[in-house]
């Protein structure tokens, strides 16, 4: 699986949107971004994936460049609920391949 | 429902003992993971399992074995717990073909 950079923390304000970077310049052209989140003490939840194209869903947006070597989660309006740290994963789809985390973004919502 | 739930949430046990945590999913996916996540909040991957393959991560040590009595269930044995055992467990599961894997709510392991 293609390695993934990501800011170690960052902030932002309640009711603001939150933007986490994610940067995968090693992506290959059949490899999925997916990003999970961990809020404190449970397990990891599914927020969002895509290939090429932006995509969107009920809790957040995914921005994609055009080259694919990095891409944007969006939380449109956050709440202190969004607090946790965010994983930007980059990964083949197929049986057998497992969902590698590495560090994460921490994000902290402030009031 | 609980989608993946783990029992037990909380273990207290002493070096060398023989524990098992329980892993069961009710949402007829074809796979099934285990997790550890250390002091140091990293998640790694520990096991994957379906009714054809375990693939094991080579980091895992041979004391920790899975055990899959049906489709819905995977349960983590560790033989001869350490202190470096300590860390919480998460299970997994997915659907071949589909993009999401579902947690459990984590079993926190203390070894004293």
């Known amino acids: 699986d293609a390695k993934t950079t990501q800011p170690p923390s960052m902030d932002c304000a309640e009711g603001r949107a939150a933007n986490l970077p994610c940067n995968h310049s090693?992506?290959?052209?059949?490899?999925?971004v997916y990003w999970y989140r961990q809020i404190h003490s449970q397990g990891p939840q599914y927020i969002i994936h895509?290939?090429?194209n932006n995509e969107t869903n009920e809790m957040a947006s995914l921005i994609i460049t055009e080259d694919r070597k990095s891409s944007t989660l969006i939380l449109p309006h956050a709440t202190l609920r969004d607090t946790a740290v965010y994983y930007c994963?980059?990964?083949?789809?197929?049986?057998?391949?497992?969902?590698?985390f590495g560090g994460g973004t921490r994000l902290m919502v402030k009031p | 429902d609980t989608a993946v739930s783990q029992t037990p949430k909380y273990l207290v046990t002493q070096m060398g003992n023989d524990k098992s945590i329980k892993c069961e999913q009710n949402?007829?996916?074809?796979?099934m993971y285990w997790y550890k996540q250390d002091s140091k909040k990293f998640l790694k991957i520990m096991f994957s399992?379906?009714?054809?393959?375990?693939?094991i991560n080579e980091t895992v040590p041979n004391r920790f074995s899975p055990k899959s009595p049906d489709k819905a269930h995977l349960n983590l044995h560790i033989n001869s717990l350490e202190l470096g055992d300590s860390a919480v467990y998460f299970c997994?599961?997915?659907?071949?073909?589909?993009?999401?894997?579902?947690f459990g709510s984590g079993t926190r392991l203390t070894v004293v």
């Open positions: 399992y379906n009714n054809k393959e375990l693939i």
């Open positions: 994963i980059v990964r083949f789809t197929n049986a057998g391949n497992m969902l590698t």
């Open positions: 997994a599961s997915s659907q071949q073909g589909e993009y999401g894997y579902t």
């Open positions: 949402l007829g996916h074809d796979t």
């Open positions: 895509g290939l090429k």
């Open positions: 090693t992506i290959s052209g059949n490899e999925y």
